[in-house]
């Protein structure tokens, strides 16, 4: 791959293309609109890989926004990052599929996998997504 200035996101980064995140966005929406509703499931995912100090909490948050999803992620002490996500399956699915086009975009420093799903209890109550410190 040759050497790489280590200010550049990705070694394929380019500029943000403002017509590929409305795409983006569409395609999320037709993925809820799509899949249908569905009664709620609660998950926590855990994702390794560079996922600290590289944006990953905020855009998890704003993503859970997009996609109407509830619940909350944070850092671990190990590297990795834990999210709890609320949401019907469309969302859910709409979620992770977010996730992993955030990690396969040249134009973001996240570089991550899914390292673990777990499907966990409903949690009543819960109106947002927060980021836990």
């Not at 560079?50 to 997009?66: E, I, N, T, Y």
């Not at 996998?113 to 997504?129: C, I, M």
Request: with cysteine; net charge positive; proline share 5%.
């Amino acid at each position: 791959m040759g050497f790489r200035w280590p200010w550049r996101r990705k070694a394929t980064a380019s500029v943000p293309d403002e017509m590929a995140a409305a795409k983006h966005a569409g395609a999320l929406a037709q993925d809820i609109a799509r899949a249908g509703g569905g009664a709620p499931q609660r998950l926590r995912l855990r994702y390794a890989g560079k996922v600290q100090a590289v944006g990953f909490r905020f855009q998890a948050q704003m993503l859970a926004k997009s996609t109407g999803c509830v619940g909350w992620v944070q850092n671990l002490d190990d590297g990795d990052v834990l999210v709890e996500v609320q949401g019907t399956p469309s969302q859910l699915k709409a979620f992770r599929r977010g996730i992993q086009d955030l990690s396969d975009s040249p134009d973001t420093w996240i570089s991550c996998r899914l390292a673990s799903q777990t499907t966990v209890p409903l949690a009543q109550g819960e109106k947002d997504f927060r980021v836990r410190y």
